[in-house]
C-alpha cells in the first residue's frame, strides 16, 4: 500500500491535465457550403424604335440603253474623234467618213437646181403674157394651155433637184458620225482608213449608258402584298452593293415590278433605278439588293446573338433581372436588320439581355456582369 506521500505527484499531474483539457478552446461550428459562383456575361439592352422591313435579294446591273453605232452611208473613216472606253455625250462626234464624192454630187445639183429656177421663171413669165393674151382674144386656146403646162413642169423640175440636194446634203450629214446617247464606248473594231458600207451587220462602236444605271433582281412572291403597297405611296428606296466593295452602298429606287410572276421559280422580277455620275455600279456586275417597302415604327429589338435556338427549334433570350439572375424569355424572331433581330417577345425596352454567356446559363442562374468588346455603330436607316 502506497504512502500518501507517494501519491501526491500522480493527483499533481491529473490536476494539471484537467486544467489543461479546460485551457483548450471550444472547436469552431461548422460553415454553411457556399453556392456556386455568378458566371460571368455580357449584356446588351433591348430596344425599340423604327426599323426598316428589309427584302434581301441578288441582282445584275443593266444598262437603261445601248446603242449600236453603225453607217448609213458608204465611205472609208477619214478621221476617228474618239478612244475605246471613253465616255460621249450625245450629239459628239465618233467618226467622219471620206465625203468629197458627195459634196461633188452636191455642187452639180446646185447648178442644175439654177438652171432649172432659171427656165421655171422664163416658163411662168411666158403664162402670164399668154393669160393676158387669151384675154384679149390675140391667144389661141392651145398655145395658151401649153404655156401653162410649161411653167407647171418647170416649177416641178425646181421642186426635185430641191430634192435631190437635200438627199444629197443628209448623205453629207451622215457622213458625220455622233453619239446618239450620253453613255460609255465599248470596243472600236474598226479603225481610220478601213472602208464601211451602209447596213454592215458589225457596228463601228457601242454605247452603252451608265448615268443613270438599273439592277435587275427578283423576289419570293411573298412580298408582294409589301411591294405593291410601297409602290402605291411612291418609289420605295433600294441599295445596291458589290460584294467586296469598301465604298457605301449605292441608293437608288424601286421603278419596276413586272406584270406576273413566274410560276417555276415563284418570284417575281424587278427593277431600281441608280444614280452613277461615279461609275460605282457596272453594267452585267453582280450585286447585293436591299429593298426597304416600309419602316415598321415601334419594333423590338436586340442584337441577334442573344437569341438562343432550342432543341426543337424553339427560340429564347436570357434577360438579367433586379436579383441578377438569368431568367429564359421565348421569343419569335421576325427578321434580322442590321446585326439585330426583330422580336415579337414580352420584353421591355431597357432590359437587359445576354450576348455572351449563355452557353453556361440556365433558367434563374445567378450572373456577374462584365464589360464585353465594343460594338460597332448601328447602320442608318433608310
Known sequence: ????????????????????????????HAQAPAGPPAIPV?????????????????????????????????????????????????????FTL?????????????AQLA?????????????????????????????????????????ANVKAGEALISQTRLTLDYATIRAELDGRLGALPITEGNLVRAGESTPLATI???????????VPERWLPEIKEAMRQGEPPVTAHPPGDRHPPVRGSLVFVDSQVDTTSGTVQLKARFPNPDNALWPGQYVNVVLVPRVEPDALSVPVQAVQTGSEGSRYVYVVDAESRARRRAVTMRRVVGGRAVLE??????????????????????????????????????
Open 42 to 94: 455580357v449584356v446588351s439592352a433591348a430596344e425599340r424604335g423604327p426599323v426598316p422591313l428589309e427584302i434581301t435579294a441578288n441582282g445584275n446591273v443593266v444598262a437603261e440603253a445601248t446603242v449600236s453605232v453603225r453607217s448609213r452611208v458608204d465611205g472609208q473613216i477619214q478621221k476617228l474623234h474618239v478612244q475605246e472606253g471613253q465616255r460621249v455625250e450625245r450629239g459628239q462626234v465618233l
Open 115 to 155: 438652171r432649172d429656177k432659171a427656165l421655171a421663171l422664163r416658163a411662168r413669165s411666158d403664162a402670164t403674157r399668154y393669160t393676158a393674151l387669151r384675154g384679149e382674144g390675140f391667144a389661141a386656146a392651145q398655145r395658151y394651155e401649153q404655156a401653162q403646162a410649161d411653167a407647171a413642169a418647170a416649177e
Open 98 to 110: 471620206d465625203s468629197r464624192m458627195a459634196q461633188a454630187l452636191l455642187a452639180q445639183q446646185e
Open 208 to 218: 452603252t449608258q451608265t448615268d443613270p444605271i438599273q439592277v435587275q433582281f427578283s
Open 1 to 28: 500500500m502506497q504512502s500518501p506521500r507517494s501519491l501526491f505527484p500522480l493527483l499533481a499531474g491529473a490536476f494539471s491535465a484537467g486544467l489543461a483539457i479546460l485551457a483548450m478552446p471550444a472547436p469552431l
Open 345 to 382: 417577345a414580352e420584353i421591355a425596352a431597357g432590359d437587359k439581355v445576354v450576348i455572351e454567356g449563355t452557353q453556361l446559363l440556365s433558367d434563374g442562374a445567378r450572373v456577374a456582369e462584365r464589360p464585353g468588346r465594343a460594338t460597332p455603330p448601328r447602320p442608318p436607316q433608310s
